[in-house]
């Protein structure tokens, strides 16, 4: 039920729906994989580059104020916001970059969005002494022009892709398009629990740091087990690295809050269990926004990194069988939720993070009693965010 079976398959989700062109490319990458997690000396470095330079473990933080103001269950935050360059996403990048050294590749290239899972390689790759390219719709590079500065800056080569709606998808598609030609020196470093296999499972491992810190912490701070874990769901990773170090504890139960934009009846969101269909995207089988011919829709949301027309197989899975629930959050809830957390506890939380956060406010107190612990993972930090927050609270109230 926790592992995929040979085949990378959740259930009947996930697997490897892949051109024939990459399917020895990601064979060769299960197995280095596989045998770099399983070595001592891989998982040493790894925890050295976690804690010194990432700057783990990241606190748990009972956030005292919100939990007096809700009035409900005691609410720990999991600050992934102070990790280095602002969010969860360099805990699988300094990962990969470390495999892709491992397997002797001097590239890496990876897709981005806002840019922070570029801005998280660009990073690692500067760390490690890597070329480093970031394919990214030329639509996003306009809108997030900062984080395009910070890869630069790094010394990593962005470029614009201009295909279709020129965003996360056509990046990814450019990516494994580059990735075919130049796969005997080049790593792809994919930025979240997505795609082919073993893509799903490896990066969920590099994620689960998350949860078995918190577990950990939580057992030490309050000697018992949270009632639930709750965390944002874009690609998945956040939530399955804090979700999946406590699935077993059948008691514990996990909640993934995706983006509900403008509301599931407006058709402009990006909440996959509420509106989708399972088919396939990107090398993966799972819940796909698709119209009656089965082709993608746009989705929207406020926060960029939540704004994605499938969802990780794993999640998928943890649906049907019940073990975790989904549940949505619309953008005038997110940014409610934002100046919220900011005046209760001085937090400037990402977008994404905060769909978390406003699902808590709207149901915790009715769930849960005073007696009881929910953890949320605040995945990152929200100065990335200001300018985009200005703007849409300026189109409002115009
Ligand atoms: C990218 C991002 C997300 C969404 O990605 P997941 O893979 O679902 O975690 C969430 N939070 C932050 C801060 C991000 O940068």
Same mark, same amino acid.
């Given at each position: 039920?926790?592992?995929?079976?040979?085949?990378?398959?959740?259930?009947?989700?996930?697997?490897?729906?892949?051109?024939?062109?990459?399917?020895?490319?990601?064979?060769?990458?299960?197995?280095?994989?596989?045998?770099?997690?399983?070595?001592?000396?891989?998982?040493?470095?790894?925890?050295?580059?976690?804690?010194?330079?990432?700057?783990?473990?990241?606190?748990?933080?009972?956030?005292?104020?919100?939990?007096?103001?809700?009035?409900?269950?005691?609410?720990?935050?999991?600050?992934?916001?102070?990790?280095?360059?602002?969010?969860?996403?360099?805990?699988?990048?300094?990962?990969?970059?470390?495999?892709?050294?491992?397997?002797?590749?001097?590239?890496?290239?990876?897709?981005?969005?806002?840019?922070?899972?570029?801005?998280?390689?660009?990073?690692?790759?500067?760390?490690?002494?890597?070329?480093?390219?970031?394919?990214?719709?030329?639509?996003?590079?306009?809108?997030?022009?900062?984080?395009?500065?910070?890869?630069?800056?790094?010394?990593?080569?962005?470029?614009? &892709?201009?295909?279709?709606?020129?965003?996360?998808?056509?990046?990814?598609?450019?990516?494994?398009?580059?990735?075919?030609?130049?796969?005997?020196?080049?790593?792809?470093?994919?930025?979240?629990?997505?795609?082919?296999?073993?893509?799903?499972?490896?990066?969920?491992?590099?994620?689960?740091?998350?949860?078995?810190?918190?577990?950990?912490?939580?057992?030490?701070?309050?000697?018992?087990?949270?009632?639930?874990?709750?965390?944002?769901?874009?690609?998945?990773?956040?939530?399955?690295?804090?979700?999946?170090?406590?699935?077993?504890?059948?008691? &514990?139960?996990?909640?993934?809050?995706?983006?509900?934009?403008?509301?599931?009846?407006?058709?402009?969101?990006?909440?996959?269990?509420?509106?989708?269909?399972?088919?396939?995207?990107?090398?993966?089988?799972?819940?796909?926004?698709?119209?009656?011919?089965?082709?993608?829709?746009?989705?929207?949301?406020?926060?960029?990194?939540?704004?994605?027309?499938? &969802?990780?197989?794993?999640?998928?899975?943890?649906?049907?069988?019940?073990?975790?629930?989904?549940?949505?959050?619309?953008?005038?809830?997110?940014?409610?939720?934002?100046?919220?957390?900011?005046?209760?506890?001085?937090?400037?939380?990402?977008?994404?993070?905060?769909?978390?956060?406003?699902?808590?406010?709207?149901?915790?107190?009715?769930?849960?009693?005073?007696?009881?612990?929910?953890?949320?993972?605040?995945?990152?930090?929200?100065?990335?965010?200001?300018?985009?927050?200005?703007?849409?609270?300026?189109?409002?109230?115009?």
């Amino acid at each position: 039920m926790t592992e995929p079976d040979r085949q990378g398959r959740f259930g009947p989700y996930g697997g490897v729906y892949v051109p024939e062109t990459l399917m020895e490319p990601l064979r060769e990458l299960d197995c280095e994989y596989r045998r770099a997690w399983r070595d001592p000396a891989f998982r040493r470095e790894l925890n050295h580059y976690l804690k010194h330079y990432v700057g783990r473990p990241t606190p748990l933080y009972l956030a005292a104020r919100m939990t007096a103001a809700l009035g409900g269950p005691r609410i720990y935050l999991k600050r992934e916001d102070l990790c280095h360059t602002g969010a969860h996403k360099i805990n699988n990048s300094l990962a990969q970059c470390l495999l892709a050294r491992r397997m002797g590749k001097r590239r890496v290239i990876a897709e981005t969005g806002a840019g922070q899972h570029g801005v998280a390689t660009a990073t690692c790759a500067a760390l490690f002494g890597l070329e480093c390219v970031v394919y990214m719709g030329r639509v996003d590079m306009a809108r997030q022009a900062l984080n395009v500065f910070r890869m630069q800056a790094l010394g990593a080569e962005v470029v614009a &892709v201009t295909a279709g709606q020129q965003t996360l998808k056509e990046a990814i598609s450019e990516a494994m398009r580059d990735w075919v030609t130049n796969v005997r020196q080049t790593h792809y470093v994919l930025g979240t629990a997505y795609g082919a296999a073993p893509y799903p499972e490896m990066v969920r491992n590099f994620q689960s740091v998350i949860g078995v810190e918190a577990r950990r912490q939580i057992l030490a701070q309050e000697g018992r087990l949270p009632a639930a874990l709750v965390a944002c769901v874009g690609g998945g990773s956040n939530a399955i690295g804090l979700f999946h170090p406590f699935l077993r504890d059948r008691r &514990v139960a996990l909640i993934g809050v995706e983006a509900g934009g403008l509301g599931i009846r407006s058709g402009q969101h990006a909440a996959r269990f509420a509106d989708g269909r399972v088919g396939v995207l990107q090398g993966t089988r799972t819940y796909v926004l698709q119209d009656g011919e089965g082709q993608i829709r746009l989705t929207h949301s406020v926060s960029a990194g939540l704004d994605y027309a499938a &969802v990780g197989p794993e999640h998928a899975w943890l649906h049907d069988t019940g073990r975790a629930e989904y549940s949505y959050v619309t953008d005038d809830e997110a940014v409610a939720a934002f100046h919220q957390l900011a005046r209760w506890e001085g937090l400037l939380s990402a977008l994404e993070s905060i769909h978390a956060v406003a699902w808590v406010i709207r149901h915790a107190r009715r769930r849960w009693s005073k007696r009881d612990l929910v953890i949320v993972n605040l995945s990152g930090r929200g100065d990335k965010d200001v300018q985009q927050i200005a703007a849409w609270e300026q189109s409002h109230e115009a």
